[in-house]
């Protein structure tokens, strides 16, 4: 939370074959920065697949050309290991400050700082901890995207890794107006 308070510039980047966990992760945790007056690029080393193209924002995911100025703060989402960053693993590592956030419990800790979760069911679920904590408001777009990122990796909450703060979460995204339904639709069918 400190370093996202105190520097300016950040990097975010999901890993190869993007999915619903860290396209939606991506997106709000970076509207999250932008909105608090960061300067936010997003990456993904993979093209957003169509059924994730209605959140808003992922038109501004690039998916080349990461380049780090002097101070840049990298943010990899959803990726349990350097190499799973693709085309962008060899400019993360050289960030002065690489933040590692994730669920997997394969995650082998690679960044200058970690915050990996494995009890959580989705990195969604703990960018809106994460958000939670920092007493950062959200927005019916970052509520979306989180809820995508929630219900892809628990695939629609039946999978064994939904717990009771899965759906605390989940609930907590509903009181921002988004429809769960017209979601489903996009997502699963």
Request: aromatic share 6%.
């Amino acid at each position: 939370i400190k370093v996202l308070r105190e520097q300016h510039l950040f990097c975010l980047t999901a890993h190869v074959l993007p999915d619903g966990d860290s396209i939606g992760s991506l997106l709000a945790l970076g509207e999250a920065l932008s909105r608090a007056g960061k300067d936010v690029k997003l990456f993904s080393p993979g093209i957003v697949p169509k059924k994730y193209t209605f959140l808003r924002g992922s038109d501004k995911i690039a998916t080349a050309g990461m380049e780090l100025q002097p101070g840049t703060v990298v943010i990899a989402l959803d990726s349990s290991d350097p190499e799973r960053l693709g085309t962008f693993a060899e400019t993360t590592k050289q960030a002065r400050c690489l933040i590692n956030i994730d669920h997997h419990v394969t995650n082998v800790r690679y960044g200058t700082l970690n915050l990996v979760d494995p009890e959580a069911a989705a990195t969604g679920e703990i960018i809106y901890g994460l958000l939670t904590d920092m007493g950062q408001s959200l927005t019916a777009s970052m509520a979306e995207a989180l809820y995508v990122a929630i219900s892809t990796d628990t695939g629609s909450f039946k999978y064994d890794n939904t717990t009771p703060t899965t759906h605390r979460a989940a609930a907590a995204l509903l009181e921002h107006q988004i429809n769960p339904a017209v979601i489903a639709q996009r997502v699963f069918d």
